[in-house]
């Protein structure tokens, strides 16, 4: 049994970038186990991304977490390979970069984010000024093997790699999402809209909120939010649901209609579309802006939102309208099986194995 050493940002169970990044391939890996080296526990990461930590203390913490991360990088055995995904390290991962290399025989980079650019959220502005954002270029041209998660990393990938790139997209596995899942239909009575996110992405739920508020005068329907911080700026009526997986599935299940609201920058670009790919899993009809992978997951299992179709017409015309639902949900569940864990699973055994 050959082991992967796996440099992560978070304890299992907790990202959504592990979880259906490596996670999941887990059980089916027949000759590969994979071990993570993560930085952040669970005490850790709420001082790290809580509001109400002073940044003197935050930065204390980023120093403890430097100093664990060093020791983390002499773990592994000399000559075992070796995936780092996304980042090494918040601060300085070129340094952690290089040593790993160094001892590593084999080193793989994994990504499903434009990395290379700075997300700036309420958690984290507080140490984006400690990043350098070209750090990742580095990266990718130390790795034997790049797996990127959608073709528009892939291409920046290509103007640093030297090893092999494979694209290999964010995927679901079926076996728990849509087991023996049918068609669904518009339910007759009050519909549930569900969003699925985190911290992070809260913020593109201002996207919808005017309309979901307009809609919600003229129309009875539920709008069910999932984050593991509340979105309070809301102006509409929601319900929130703290996040946990065991909770998500149940609320798949819910959900009639599930929403993806996407700002049209180079950050978003580079998504890997997972909440559309849960929804499409659980043959729930989808609405999304156009933007990214969003185009090319939706195909034929919802309706995109751009200049020409707003919010306001795409949510009226599904929740309200339903002639298309049935068809939706039918090619949503057929779309899931593009990005089945099942099918992509060779292909990632064959890059950590390369």
């Known amino acids: 049994m050959q082991t992967i050493y ?15 990044r490596l996670e999941q391939f887990e059980p089916y890996l027949n000759k590969l186990q994979l071990n993570y080296i993560y930085w952040l526990g669970k005490k850790t990461d709420k001082w790290f991304y809580s509001n109400n930590t002073p940044v003197i203390a935050k930065a204390i913490l980023v120093g403890a977490l430097f100093l664990k991360r060093v020791c983390q990088v002499f773990m592994f055995p000399k000559g075992a390979t070796v995936l780092i995904q996304r980042e090494s390290f918040p601060i300085f991962n070129v340094l952690f970069d290089k040593i790993i290399r ?9 990504f499903d984010d434009a990395v290379w650019l700075t997300n ?5 502005a507080k140490i ?7 750090n990742v270029a580095h990266t990718i041209s130390i790795s034997d093997v790049v797996i990127a998660g959608n073709s528009y990393l892939a291409n920046f990938a290509k103007n640093y790699a030297r090893g092999l790139i494979k694209l290999i997209p964010t995927t679901v596995d079926l076996n728990i999402y849509n087991k023996e899942l049918k068609t669904k239909n518009l339910p007759k009575g009050r519909i549930v809209i569900g969003w699925i996110g985190s911290f992070s992405t809260n913020k593109y739920l201002r996207i ?12 009875p329907f539920e709008l069910k939010v999932m984050s593991n911080e509340n979105p309070t700026f809301l102006k509409c009526n929601y319900e929130f649901i703290p996040w946990s997986g065991k909770v998500e599935l149940a609320l798949l299940k819910q959900m009639d209609i599930g929403i993806m609201p996407l700002e049209n920058n180079d950050w978003e670009r580079g998504k890997c579309g997972l909440k559309l790919l849960l929804y499409l899993a659980s043959g729930i009809p989808s609405i999304a802006s156009n933007v990214g992978v969003n185009k090319k997951i939706l195909e034929g ?3 995109l939102v751009d200049e020409s179709n707003t919010w306001e017409q795409s949510l009226t015309n599904l929740a309200f309208t339903g002639d298309a639902y049935a068809r939706y949900s039918k090619n949503a569940i057929s779309e899931a099986q593009n ?11 064959s890059s950590l194995v390369y």
């Open 6 to 20: 796996c440099f992560v940002q978070h304890y299992k169970g907790r990202n959504p970038s592990q979880r259906y």
């Open 102 to 110: 160094w001892r590593a025989d084999k080193l793989i980079y994994d």
């Open 120 to 124: 700036k959220t309420s958690n984290t």
């Open 128 to 134: 984006t000024f400690l990043k350098r954002t070209n």
């Open 208 to 219: 919808v909120d005017k309309s979901i508020k307009r809609l919600q005068e003229l129309h």
């Open 301 to 303: 299992a919802g309706i």
């Open 339 to 349: 990005y089945s864990t099942e099918k992509w699973l060779s292909s990632f055994e």
